[in-house]
């Protein structure tokens, strides 16, 4: 999937979202851009910079599936920020940086978790090993008995319902013993009886610490200082060993992994192949002319130009290079237009592409054609229940006429009118679901509008319900 071609990229996306055939063509191209630069020699590889997209469109068009589909099908970091919620260095709140050291926090979370999948085969050995030395303990120099536990457990195994003969067994454990006991766990036979099992204590006190470098990054760090230089506090509890295998086995994962390898690929591919997707950057566009020091929209445009340019930014994992991050801004621009940002910032966003609103047409597609339309999310649902519901097609078409005129009519919330939509049509199918006698039912067009048409010709119920 890393090497899709355009036309194979557009086809992938079609998919999941109908239309928007320009915006799927930038993308693609874009995409295919990374795929180029990697071919050409190492020099010319690190002049090669992204072109960066904003993609133009009122809410619920498919601005934010296309960026996410995007990432899935290339495994590419990818992370989505809301432009609004950053500030300027000096303010309290969300500094732009922050939005690399997220996006590599994530692609470290994500390596770890795989790593850790891969091992897990080798690390359920390790402590299957673990807990069978719990329940059979090495007898001391003194020829200590063994646990009592154990004298049950053979005693199980024997198939007698007394204590065992505290005579040979008690001895020293022996091969035949343990591999006994080892068919016992795998076979869940021991799963309710409890060890005593040393685990970590979670529990560390809070602390906050007020920053211009960020306030999530200064606490991690003095976190891990403070982890680093303390003891690592441990606590035994009784704990069934069916619970102790899978914290023993998480343990053993962690310990057989290599972090050193996880935070380097995790960096060079979130600099390589990292996506970042800015969301309402329209929000943040637009000269404010005032007097005197206040957080404006211009500041915050000032400080997301270092990383959109390319710059080095400090995370507890190592430096990350933004060069080659792809930065995908998206955004209604209602009020405000694209050549309201600052030029500086115009410049490192090059591609423009303009989404189309939807019509009719397209919301009976996005009901039925992707892989997960609305249409086969309920039937499914449903069918948990043991009914079955079927959409005639002017059921469908009634959906969609009444989707466009509420968006006329009120807030044009694009696609996400549908989701309000269904939920109020098959609102009362969805109540008595439990209990309904008929198990076959067919949603048509009378259906839709005895449910919906009352509330749509009343302008007010319409604003509020719909």
């Known amino acids: 999937m890393h090497d899709l071609k355009p036309k194979q990229i557009v086809t992938e996306l079609d ?43 009122s809410t619920g068009v498919g601005k934010t599936e296309i960026a996410r589909r995007l990432a899935n099908l290339t495994d590419s970091p990818f992370y989505k920020v809301e432009a609004s919620k950053f500030t300027e260095v000096g303010y309290v709140g969300r500094d732009v940086e922050s939005m690399v050291r997220d996006i590599v926090e994530l692609a470290v979370s994500n390596l770890r978790t795989r790593q850790q999948e891969d091992v897990q085969e080798k690390a359920a050995k390790i402590a299957e090993e673990r807990i069978l030395d719990l329940l059979l303990p090495p007898t001391s120099q003194s020829g200590a008995s063994i646990s009592n536990d154990i004298d049950i457990v053979t005693t199980e195994q024997s198939g007698q319902t007394g204590q065992a003969d505290q005579g040979e067994e008690q001895a020293k454990p022996s091969a035949s013993t343990r591999e006994k006991l080892r068919k016992m766990l795998r076979k869940g036979k021991l799963d309710s009886r409890q060890v005593d099992l040393e685990v970590a204590d979670k529990s560390s006190p809070m602390v906050e610490i007020f920053s211009n470098t960020g306030i999530e990054e200064m606490g991690i760090n003095v976190k891990d200082m403070l982890g680093n230089l303390m003891p690592k506090n441990t606590k035994r509890r009784k704990i069934k060993i069916k619970d102790a295998l899978k914290l023993v086995t998480q343990e053993e994962a962690a310990h057989l992994i290599d972090m050193e390898k996880i935070k380097s690929d995790a960096i060079e591919k979130v600099e390589q192949s990292g996506i970042i997707f800015i969301d309402e950057i329209d929000k943040i566009a637009g000269k404010e002319k005032s007097h005197g020091p206040e957080v404006s929209k211009e500041g915050v445009q000032r400080d997301l130009l270092p990383i959109v340019e390319g710059s080095s930014v400090p995370t ?60 086969l999310q309920y039937i499914a649902l449903l069918r948990t229940e043991g009914v079955e519901i079927e959409f005639t097609q002017d059921a469908i078409e009634k959906i969609a006429d009444i989707a466009v005129e509420v968006n006329s009519s009120t807030e044009n919330i694009g696609a996400r009118r549908l989701h309000t ?25 009378s259906f839709v509008e005895k449910q919906l048409m009352n509330i749509v010709e009343n302008e007010d119920l319409t604003r509020y319900i719909l």
Do not use: C
């Not at 939920?423 to 008595?432: A, G, Q, S, V």
């Open 15 to 57: 998919k999941y979202i109908i239309g928007q055939n320009d915006a799927k063509k930038s993308v693609a191209i874009a995409l295919r851009n990374r795929w180029r630069r990697r071919q050409v020699e190492k020099g010319l590889q690190e002049e090669i910079a992204p072109k960066n997209i904003i993609l133009i469109g």
């Open 316 to 375: 507890k994992y190592g430096t990350v290079k933004t060069d080659h991050i792809l930065f995908i801004a998206s955004g209604a621009f209602h009020v405000s237009k694209p050549s309201d940002l600052i030029p500086e910032l115009q410049g490192r966003f090059p591609i423009r592409v303009e989404l189309h609103s939807l019509g009719a047409d397209e919301f009976i597609r996005i009901l039925t054609e992707p892989k997960n339309a609305l249409v």
């Open 421 to 445: 939509l269904m939920e109020k049509l098959l609102e009362d199918i969805l109540f008595e679901a439990p209990d309904i006698e008929e198990k076959k039912i067919v949603i048509d067009a």
